[in-house]
């Protein structure tokens, strides 16, 4: 080990033990938060052992002083005293696995190049992710194997919202993932499934941000990715309200948008009925069982209309989800259909919750369930196989119809993932997941996303989730998160047990966190490291799109008459 930047001493004033110990500063030198500190000891029969750490406190006092009154007097030459620095190091790797004290008085270093590789683990990473810069201005990776699957998956993102910036975060991982050629060969067919659930902001990953400039560009190169907005991004919004023609329902952007829903015949037969029940449940309620029982009954009998997606049921035409909704009433309230329909054992109070809630979605889901409109199934249908990106705008529909739309797809790409084998990898990222996937009560979707999380991995189902507070999420999907990331935190919710893995020092740090400064926990690393990530190279809103130099000018005044051009008659 070089000791070219020697910061200080082992200290002796406080216990020194193979997981924590003191430096006391030298007064020429400085140890801030996030500084990577290595040292060495000589073991007799074991030889040279090096212990790193990264700096999670430093205090500053005057050695001398008794009272705090003593400050004055120091300050005025009255009493002697010297002002002192200790900073504590948390240990993150010891070589060889000897576990030692760092002897008081040896020197300590800062630890720079192959030697903070050494310490942060990144010397052991086959493939990595940069995720950002240190605090030292190097960048900071995350073991690739933790997110594809190999050893570990998922990333579970928390903060405050519009503080935070857990989506940028999220969008800037993904850039990383795909633009780096971390993922090799399998880049190819590697997905990104987006649902944004705030704004038209998410709309615009294909366009150069206006304010990419030299300076952005280098900070991007230092993480060795480049200075760019996505690739192959596909587009969905809902289609418009009142409209015939199937126009999505967005403002900001005017082409490249498909509007997506499903027909009543898709309805039936694939038994979406359960995800318009996606509200956590409570366990008493018996009315579920009328919901499988109505589902399984329209598969059996609805039979399509073709064309614009009606069905006919027992000579009955029901091209609207509203004629649905009333027709599966009637059958519940008929006395001659109703054991057919809701089960012979089932009770009046079950049926008549059933219908309360059925009729109560019409307004949620009747602008995405169809059988009025044409289009092809390829334009509206949404999917991944013909994209790398693909983001569905949600941010129109109320939260029963985003839980509807999300439930969805992801039962449909999780089946499809099943038949295509686990060679490709699909990452899904969702934000609010404290509403989709709640701690408390079931719904299909809880259920899908609990099932993603626990053997997604397997499928090379790679979870994003983004949460305003992780203990609201149900456990079991925290838990399977191998990558955990923390931005701005409320001080209740940083208190919270969810949180165990920041030191008490990063705890608190986290309810100060500036926008970009995010706390990154992997499983190699026993402390998270905290780094910054440059701004998005992507538009974020309309305002941010670069003008579009590649156009052809227009040619307005093409038809303006030359000298030189032949008389008209």
């Known amino acids: 080990m070089s000791e070219v930047d020697p910061v200080g001493l082992i200290a002796g004033t406080t216990d020194s033990t193979p997981l924590r110990f003191g ?16 040292t060495t000891r000589d073991v007799a029969g074991v030889g040279i052992v090096r212990t790193s750490g990264i700096v999670t406190q430093v205090a500053a006092r005057h050695e001398g002083a008794s009272y705090g009154s003593d400050t004055f007097l120091i300050a005025e ?105 971390v993922l090799g060969r399998r880049s190819l067919n590697a997905k990104a499934l987006i ?8 709309l615009f990953l294909d366009k150069p941000n206006v304010r990419l400039d030299d300076d952005l560009v280098a900070e991007y190169a230092r993480l060795g990715l480049p200075a760019g907005p996505f690739e192959s991004v596909r587009f969905f919004a809902p289609p418009t309200p009142g409209d015939q023609t199937g126009r999505p329902n967005v403002a900001g952007r005017t082409s490249g ?30 009315y579920t069982i009328v919901v499988h029982q109505v589902a399984a009954r329209l598969r059996a009998c609805a039979q399509s209309l073709g064309g ?56 949620a889901i009747g602008p995405i369930i169809r059988g009025d409109l044409t289009a092809a199934e390829a334009n509206r249908r949404i999917t991944t196989a013909n994209s790398r990106v693909t983001v569905v705008d949600l941010h129109t529909l109320p939260e029963r119809a985003q839980r509807f739309v999300v439930g969805v797809v992801l039962a449909a790409e999780t089946a499809a993932k099943e038949r295509a084998g686990t060679g490709n990898l699909l990452f899904t990222m969702l934000d609010e997941l404290n509403k989709h996937a709640p701690r408390e009560g079931n719904s299909p979707i809880k259920d899908l996303l609990l099932d993603i999380a626990e053997r997604g991995r397997s499928l090379g189902i790679i979870l994003v989730g983004a949460q305003q507070t992780a203990s609201e999420v149900e456990r079991r999907i925290v838990s399977n998160s191998s990558v955990r990331i923390v931005g701005r935190l409320d001080p209740a919710e940083a208190a919270r047990p969810e949180y165990g893995f920041l030191p008490s020092s990063q705890r608190q740090r986290a309810t100060l966190a500036k926008p970009g400064a995010m706390f990154v926990s992997q499983p190699e690393i026993p402390v ?7 701004f998005p190279a992507w538009a974020t809103r309309l305002s941010e799109c670069a003008p579009d130099t590649s156009a052809p000018p227009s040619n307005v005044l093409s038809r303006i008459a030359a000298n030189n051009d032949p008389a008209p008659f």
Not at 128 to 149: H, I, K, M, S, T
Not at 274 to 280: E, K, Q, R, S, T
């Open 308 to 363: 614009s997606g009606g069905v006919t049921i027992a000579g009955t035409q029901i091209r609207t989800y509203e004629d649905l909704v009333e027709y599966v009433a009637e059958r519940l309230q008929d006395d001659t259909t109703r054991a057919d329909w809701a089960g012979a054992a089932t009770t009046a109070g079950s049926i008549n919750a059933f219908i309360r809630r059925l009729r109560s979605s019409l307004r």
């Open 528 to 534: 998270p490291l905290a780094v910054e990530f440059p």
């Open 77 to 181: 030459g009255v009493l002697p005293a010297h002002v002192q620095e200790i900073a504590e190091i948390t240990t993150t790797r010891v070589i060889p696995e000897c576990y030692v004290p760092p002897s008081p008085g040896t020197v300590a270093v800062r630890a720079t190049g192959a030697e903070r590789d050494e310490a942060l683990y990144f010397d052991t990473m086959e493939h990595r992710v940069a995720v950002g810069l240190g605090r030292d201005g190097q960048p900071v990776y995350v073991n690739l194997e933790f997110l594809d699957g190999t050893r570990g998956a998922h990333v579970s993102i928390s903060g405050i919202s519009g503080v935070a910036t857990k989506t940028s975060f999220a969008l800037f991982l993904l850039h990383s993932l795909f633009s780096s050629g």
């Open 23 to 38: 430096v006391a500063v030298g007064s020429d030198a400085y140890l801030q938060l996030d500084d990577v500190v290595t």
């Open 257 to 286: 948008v498909d509007a997506f829903w499903w027909s009543i015949s898709e309805f039936c037969t694939e038994e979406l009925l359960p995800y318009v029940f996606a509200d956590a449940e409570d366990d008493r309620n018996q």
């Open 195 to 202: 649902f944004a659930v705030k704004g038209e902001d998410l």
